[in-house]
C-alpha cells in the first residue's frame, strides 16, 4: 500500500499533527506501508532533513489561507502513484488544493480515455472539528469565518472522503457537534501512537540542565507544550502562585506539601504576546521568579531530560485533542495533571495514571492540591501506571497496526 500524506507544514514547532506522521510513519514502513508526505515547507529547512522518509516540500505557503501555487500541479502528477491519501487538518488551502487536483485528475483520465482509478482519501481534522473553536468566547470572529469556509468548501472535502480518522473516542463524538451538514461516509477511530522514548542517559539530564540550569538539584512540575492561551498556561501560572502563598503562610500543612516543587513551562511561543504577558506574571512577582522557569522549546536529549527528570507533568488546556507531549510523559513513567478538555483524560483515569480536574482556576488549583498532597507510596505507584497506560492505549507499534486493520477494510 502506498500512502501520500498532505499537511500544511513539517516544522516541529507547529504542533501535534506532524510529529503524530513522524511518530507512526517508520512503523507503517516495517509493516510494509510505503508513506510520503508533501507539505509547504521551504525544502531548505533543516528539520526536513533529520526524517527518514519521503518528504517533498513544494515552498513556502503565502498568507493566512496558507496558498500554495504548486501544489495542484504536483498531485496532479502524483495521484495515480498513491493507494491512499490522507489531508492532516483542516481549514487551510491544501485541503482545497486536493479537491481541485483530483477533479483535474479525474478529467485528465477521461480526456486520455483511461479507467478512472483514483486513490482513495481520507481527512484527519487533528482535533479541528472540536467545539472549542466554535464556541469559545474569544473566536467569536474566527467561528463565523470557519462556518462560511464550511458551507462553501470544507464540507465537501469532509463529506465525500472515504472517511474522516480520529485520534480517540471523544474526538469523534465531538466532532459531530459544530456543523451541518455533518455526514461523514465512515467515522473511523483508529487511534494515535506514541514511539517509545529512548532510555534515560546522562546526556540527556546534562542537555536539559544547559537549557534550565535553574533546576538543578530541585524537583520541578513540567508543562511542554506551545505557550498559547488555549492551553490554559496563565491558570497554570495563576494556581501556582496561589499554592506557593498558601504553602508559606499555612505552617499546619502536612510535611510533604512544606516544599513546593519549581515549575517548568517549556515550548515554543514565548515571543508572541500572550508568551511575553504569561513571562510577565512572573517577572512581576518576586514568589515565582526563582520557582517558574521558562527554558524556551526543548528537542532531542534536552526534552527527554525534562521528562525523565521531572516529577509530573501537567496540562490544564482548555482543548487538546490528544497531547502528544501527555503521552510522552507517560511513557517515561510520569504521572500527568491534566483537565478534563484533554481528549484522552478517560483513558488515563481508568488506569489511575495522573489528576483530572475542570480547566478552571479552581481546577488548576485543585490539580497541583491533589498531586502535592498524594503520599510518595501513591506517586511511585500512579507513575508505575502511566507506564502501563502508555503500553496498553499509546504505543505506537499497536496503533501501526491498528491503523493498517482499519485501513484496509474501506479499501
Not at 527527554?304 to 510523559?329: D, T
Request: proline residues 6%; hydrophobic residues 40%; contains cysteine.
Amino acid at each position: 500500500m502506498r500512502v501520500l500524506r498532505i499537511i500544511p507544514v513539517m516544522n516541529p514547532s507547529s504542533g501535534g499533527p506532524c510529529q503524530g506522521i513522524r511518530n507512526i510513519v517508520p512503523e507503517l514502513e516495517k509493516l510494509g506501508i510505503h508513506n510520503e508526505v508533501v507539505c509547504l515547507d521551504d525544502p531548505r529547512e533543516e528539520f526536513l532533513k533529520k526524517d527518514n522518509f519521503s518528504i517533498t516540500a513544494l515552498g513556502p505557503a503565502k498568507g493566512p489561507w496558507a496558498f500554495n501555487a504548486n501544489l495542484v500541479p504536483w498531485l496532479q502528477e502524483n495521484l495515480g502513484r498513491f493507494d491512499v491519501v490522507i489531508i492532516h487538518a483542516l481549514w487551510l488551502y491544501h485541503g482545497y488544493g486536493f479537491m481541485k487536483a483530483l477533479k483535474l485528475y479525474k478529467k485528465q483520465l477521461a480526456d486520455q480515455g483511461k479507467d478512472i482509478v483514483i486513490p482513495r482519501y481520507f481527512v484527519m481534522p487533528h482535533g479541528m472539528l472540536d467545539p472549542y473553536f466554535q464556541y469559545a468566547p474569544e473566536r467569536k470572529i474566527k467561528a463565523i469565518r470557519n462556518w462560511i469556509y464550511w458551507k462553501l468548501i470544507e464540507r465537501k472535502l469532509i463529506n465525500n472522503a472515504d472517511g474522516v480518522l480520529f485520534t480517540c473516542m471523544s474526538e469523534l463524538l465531538l466532532a459531530r457537534i459544530p456543523f451541518r451538514p455533518y455526514h461523514p461516509r465512515k467515522e473511523l477511530n483508529i487511534g494515535y501512537g506514541v514511539q517509545s522514548p529512548p532510555p534515560f542517559a546522562n546526556s540527556m539530564a546534562e542537555s536539559f540542565m544547559e537549557k534550565c540550569p535553574q533546576v538543578k538539584n530541585h524537583s520541578f512540575i513540567l508543562f511542554l507544550s506551545r505557550i498559547h492561551d488555549k492551553k490554559g498556561v496563565d491558570l497554570l501560572i495563576n494556581a501556582y502562585l496561589k499554592i506557593h502563598e498558601k504553602s508559606q503562610a499555612d505552617k499546619n500543612l502536612p510535611p510533604n506539601r512544606q516544599s513546593v516543587p519549581k515549575l517548568v513551562i517549556a515550548g515554543p511561543g514565548l515571543e508572541t504576546e500572550y508568551g511575553k504577558r504569561m513571562q510577565q506574571l512572573v517577572v512581576n512577582d518576586e514568589k515565582l521568579r526563582d520557582s517558574v522557569l521558562f527554558p524556551g522549546m526543548l528537542s532531542g536529549d534536552a526534552k527527554w531530560g525534562a521528562f525523565y527528570l521531572s516529577e509530573a507533568f501537567i496540562l490544564p488546556s482548555h482543548q487538546e485533542n490528544f497531547g502528544i507531549a501527555v503521552v510522552e510523559s507517560l511513557a517515561c513513567g510520569k504521572p500527568v495533571l491534566i483537565s478534563n478538555k484533554v481528549n484522552i483524560w478517560q483513558e488515563i483515569s481508568d488506569l489511575n495514571a495522573g489528576i483530572i480536574s475542570d480547566d478552571t482556576l479552581e481546577g488548576t488549583i485543585k490539580l497541583l492540591e491533589n498531586y502535592l498532597l498524594t503520599t510518595k507510596e501513591k506517586k511511585i505507584e500512579m507513575g508505575k501506571q502511566a507506564r502501563l497506560t502508555y503500553k496498553k492505549k499509546f504505543d505506537v507499534v499497536e496503533m501501526a497496526q491498528q491503523w493498517v486493520n482499519v485501513i484496509s477494510q474501506v479499501i
